[in-house]
Nanobody, 124 residues
Framework: QVQLVETGGGLVQAGGSLRLSCAAS????????MGWFRQAPGKEREFVAA????????YYADSVQGRFTISRHNAKSTVYLQMNSLKPEDTAVYYC?????????????????WGQGTQVTVSS
């Protein structure tokens, strides 16, 4: 089992920044590719970003490319999502997730473990 806890959400004005963190515990963190997903009210969950176990490959949704940056610190068992130039349409609950299937990291179906989520609200 892998337990994931997201922090760092909140309310921010459009154009602002937030940094989300996801702390993992349980199994060996560096075995897993990590991803961030989000779900807005009334919408399906969507992929945001992913990072392979050693950080050599990064994946981003087109909607966040150039604004968001995913990173990880394996010694701290933590993955981060730096979000800049936030827009109201970024408002959602953000979830981190862990998968052993790094080759399929852009798809939610690949992930075995999920956090409880953290709310991000961007005001216009």
């Amino acid at each position: 089992q892998v337990q994931l806890v997201e922090t760092g959400g909140g309310l921010v004005q459009a154009g602002g920044s937030l940094r989300l963190s996801c702390a993992a515990s349980g199994r060996t963190f560096s075995d897993y590719a990590m991803g961030w997903f989000r779900q807005a009210p009334g919408k399906e969950r969507e992929f945001v970003a992913a990072i392979t176990w050693n950080g050599d490959r990064l994946y981003y949704a087109d909607s966040v490319q150039g604004r968001f940056t995913i990173s990880r610190h394996n010694a701290k068992s933590t993955v981060y999502l730096q979000m800049n130039s936030l827009k109201p349409e970024d408002t959602a609950v953000y979830y981190c997730a862990a998968t052993l299937a790094g080759w399929d990291a852009v798809h939610g179906r690949a992930y075995s473990y999920w956090g409880q989520g953290t709310q991000v609200t961007v005001s216009s």
